[in-house]
């Protein structure tokens, strides 16, 4: 069965900070994998990644991705309180052509205190 | 640019009653979804569309018909409703499609069954 597993389940930090958030995957047809935030309501899409090895980077946020060894991670630095949310991993499954899912982790709730 | 649409933004039903989830999108997006999260759990795909009068069966399509006659709504139909569908609904949109792109999502309508 294909499954995300996300680690740590909850977070808590201080402001600045540095946390990773770690996405592992089992996934047939693997086509990506993506990063989204979600604070209130909706999730908000922050990185996608489809080769091993190449960092993303959005200002204090970063993301990479091992096909290898089937896991992502996602670090923030020098964390701010505006970056309290869930953050969600998915991978995208192909079925063939346009067909295919997005299978999503459970999240990682991080809390970041001042 | 209003992006997703999603209404209504709350609702209670008693069971065996039905409803329709609105939602629009003003992107000209091919690709819709509809995604249920239930507390502590990683998003669901309920159904999705490819295009106008292109749907498809998601993970957890049992209980809900949806229909695509253009290319801007995507309606959620929930018929005879049970306990088992209290959940917080996602609509949601992409470009390119979910396993190629990201996805733009709307701010959810929490539904209670009761």
């Known amino acids: 069965e294909d499954k995300v597993v996300q680690s740590p389940l909850s977070l808590v930090v201080h402001e600045g900070d540095t946390v990773t958030l770690n996405c592992s995957y089992e996934?047939?047809?693997?086509?990506?994998l993506l990063w989204y935030k979600q604070e209130k309501k909706a999730p908000t899409f922050l990185f996608m990644l489809?080769?091993?090895?190449i960092e993303k980077k959005s200002g204090r946020l970063s993301s990479i991705l091992d096909k290898k060894e089937l896991f992502s991670i996602l670090n923030i630095t020098a964390t701010q309180t505006g970056d309290s949310a869930v953050y969600l991993c998915?991978?995208?499954?192909?079925?063939?052509?346009?067909?295919?899912?997005?299978?999503f982790g459970k999240g990682t709730k991080l809390s970041v205190k001042p | 640019n209003a992006g997703v649409t999603q209404t209504p933004k709350f609702r209670i039903l008693k069971i065996g009653q039905s409803m329709t989830l609105q939602c629009t999108q003003d992107m000209n997006h091919n690709y819709m979804y509809w995604y249920r999260q239930d507390p502590g759990m990683g998003l669901k795909l309920i159904y999705y569309?490819?295009?106008?009068?292109?749907?498809d069966k998601g993970e957890v399509p049992n209980g809900y018909n949806v229909s695509r006659s253009t290319t801007e709504d995507f309606p959620l139909r929930l018929e005879l409703a049970a306990p088992s569908q209290t959940s917080v609904y996602f609509c949601?949109?992409?470009?390119?499609?979910?396993?190629?792109?990201?996805?733009?999502f709307g701010e959810g309508s929490r539904l209670t069954v009761l």
């Open positions: 489809t080769s091993s090895g």
């Open positions: 996934v047939t047809n693997f086509r990506s």
């Open positions: 569309s490819v295009g106008a009068g292109i749907t």
């Open positions: 949601a949109s992409g470009r390119q499609g979910f396993i190629t792109g990201e996805l733009f």
């Open positions: 998915a991978v995208g499954r192909s079925y063939g052509g346009s067909q295919g899912n997005l299978i």
